[in-house]
């Protein structure tokens, strides 16, 4: 996954702008920005449910699978990524974060929570 692009800096050596911004990866939260929208709510079976959601950041594509017969540049598709943490899960197990991303940009906190 990619954050989004910095804002364009004049650079008096000219080229190219970037495309994409920083990489994203799960698995290092050192590379997480600081979440836009954060929510939590209180379960019954789950305990404190938190949300923590990020917009405007999309996966970088590659010619492959979907995008094969694709001519051209490829797209970015922008989304809104989210963070979901449970307190457990059933029988007191621990709960691993789960990932979602929504193609949908500029979500607010009641979207976030659906």
């Known amino acids: 996954m990619r954050l989004p692009k910095p804002p364009r800096i004049y650079d008096p050596k000219g080229g190219c702008p970037p495309k994409h911004g920083p990489e994203f990866r799960f698995t290092k939260p050192q590379t997480w ?4 929208i954060t ?10 449910a938190e949300a923590q959601a990020g917009d405007r ?45 929504s193609s949908k940009t500029g979500a607010v906190p009641a979207d976030v929570d659906v």
């Open 57 to 101: 950041v999309h996966p970088r594509l590659t010619h492959r699978s979907a995008w094969l017969e694709h001519d051209g540049e490829l797209p970015i598709v922008e989304g809104t990524l989210v963070r979901l943490k449970a307190d457990h899960l059933s029988k007191d197990r621990e709960a691993p974060p789960v990932w979602l991303w």
């Open 39 to 48: 929510t939590a709510t209180d379960t019954v079976n789950y305990g404190k």
């Open 33 to 36: 920005p600081e979440p836009a």
